[in-house]
């Protein structure tokens, strides 16, 4: 069974960073793009960024670029998203989400392509 659990979210002030951490577990992800998405109130869920498992490639939405970072640490079977310079608009619930490895990573954008998702953990940002 596929448990994806996010952990790191908080209470910040603008200007701040923030970690956020995925731990997967219950299968190997070797052939998965790990996706971090985020939903703030009474807004459709956007894509943020993703990583591919196997080789660390990285696609970022536009409004995060040079702010947010993915990496992944398989040893530790552990997804991060390091976000700095956040802002009040960065406030949302944000979600890892794991989908099977499409062809180009640009099309791991889309929320239906991600197969499993963890519970989310809130983030935030005080202006």
């Known amino acids: 069974q596929v448990q994806l659990v996010e952990s790191g979210g908080g209470l910040v002030q603008a200007g701040d960073s923030l970690r956020l951490s995925c731990a997967a577990s219950g299968r190997t992800f070797n052939q998965y793009t790990m996706g971090w998405f985020r939903q703030a109130p009474g807004k459709e869920r956007d894509f943020v960024t993703a990583v591919t498992w196997y080789s660390g490639s990285t696609y970022y939405a536009d409004f995060v670029k040079g702010r947010f970072t993915i990496s992944r640490d398989k040893a530790k079977n552990t997804v991060y998203l390091q976000m700095n310079s956040l802002k009040f608009e960065d406030t949302a619930v944000y979600y890892c989400?794991?989908?099977?490895?499409?062809?180009?990573?640009?099309?791991?954008?889309?929320?239906?392509?991600?197969?499993?998702w963890g519970q989310g953990t809130q983030v935030t940002v005080s202006s």
């Open positions: 989400a794991a989908g099977y490895n499409r062809r180009g990573l640009n099309t791991m954008s889309v929320d239906s392509k991600y197969d499993y």
